[in-house]
Structures are given as C-alpha cells and as structure tokens.
C-alpha cells in the first residue's frame, strides 16, 4: 500500500488537489494508492519510505477571506480552531514553514497562484509525474477538473459530499488578491506590518 496525503494549507486548493489524485488513481487503477487529506498533524503522522505528500498553500491574507467568505466573519469575528485573525495566520505560516522544511524527494509543493488558478494541464503533468503514473489521461481529467466545473458541482450541494471532500459553499470565485476586497486598508497593513507574516509573503513572492 502507498498512503499519498494531500496535506495542504487551509483554504489553498488541497481538496481540488485531492480530487485529481482521486481521478489519476482511478483511472490508473492503483488500488494500492490509499488517500489521505489532512491539514495540521501531518507532521505526526507515521510515514513508510513508499509514502508521498503533496502540499499546496497560498497568500495567508486570502486564506482568511476565503474563510470570511464562508463563514460569514470579518477580521474582527474571524475565529477559527479557538485562533483570532493573526495568531491563526501565523500557526499556518507554522504549519508551512515545518513542511517545506522537511521538503524531500517525498514531498511535493504546490502554489495555489500558479498551479490551481494556472495552467491545469501542467499541474495534471506535474502530480502524474510525481506519482509516477503517465500522463495519458490528463487532459481529459483536466477539462472534467476545472475550477468552473467545480463551481457548479459545488452548487448542487446540500451537505458533504464524502468522495469528493466537498461542502457546500467550499468556493466562491477562487481567484487570487480577493483580500482586497474583504478586509479593509487598516487590516491589511496590520497583517503586512507584522514581521513573521512579512517575511513569509515576501519569501514565496507576494506583494506587501
């Protein structure tokens, strides 16, 4: 058996990831791929030397509007896992900073900016060479997979869909800089004028 756990930061893209890792298996017919989506506690849990990750994150200060946005919060009610506005950002920044450190031939990242709201066909190439499978499939998967696709399956939703690890109201529009629009001028310099925030936006190439 090879365990592959999605274990992306909140709110970046890990269950559309998840989902293509679910149509490779099945068109591949790798019953021996066992799938795992996680967020934290990736880090505890024990790993064999046949087992992979895929990792995916995004601007910090679009993973708290995507949040605003689905639970109805603003930058004052934001409380997520018992964690305000900057203390929850930091622990993902946390949760970031341990994976890409343990970054090896196991682990493979992926940018929310450019892999999900990008070119799916290349994302699709990129996850079926790292898992090793061909690429036969993946422009068909990658058309069936597409972030408008999506939308529309998402929006016949009623509860949570146990397959797809969908829910209701899970997107919204998915572009990216959608902070500039939720969170006002004070709180976004509030969040940029943090060092430990400043410093992961500028190290994986977003705008202060």
């Not at 298996?25 to 992979?52: F, R």
């Not at 597409?146 to 829910?167: A, F, G, M, P, S």
Request: aromatic share 14%; with cysteine.
């Amino acid at each position: 058996m090879k365990n592959i756990f999605i274990c992306g930061m909140y709110r970046s893209g890990s269950t559309f990831l998840y989902n293509m890792v679910r149509e490779l298996k099945k068109h591949h017919n790798k019953q021996e791929w066992e799938l795992h989506k996680v967020h934290e506690g990736w880090s505890d849990i024990p790993k064999g030397s046949q087992d992979v990750s895929i990792y995916s994150y995004r601007d910090v200060r679009d993973v708290i509007a995507s949040f605003c946005y689905k639970y109805n919060m603003n930058f004052e009610t934001f409380l997520i896992h018992e964690r305000k506005t900057i203390p929850f950002i930091k622990w993902i920044i946390d949760y970031d900073q341990k994976i890409k450190s343990m970054c090896a031939n196991n682990v493979s990242l992926y940018k929310y900016e450019d892999c999900i709201l990008g070119n799916p066909i290349s994302t699709y190439n990129a996850v079926s060479g790292f898992l090793g499978v061909s690429q036969l499939y993946n422009i068909e998967l990658s058309e069936q997979l597409c972030l408008e696709r999506q939308k529309k399956k998402i929006q016949n939703l009623k509860q949570h869909d146990v397959e797809t690890k969908y829910w209701p109201n899970h997107i919204k529009d998915g572009k990216a800089n959608k902070y500039k629009n939720i969170l006002t001028d004070y709180e976004i310099k509030l969040i940029n004028s943090n060092q430990y925030i400043k410093n992961y936006l500028k190290n994986n190439g977003y705008e202060i």
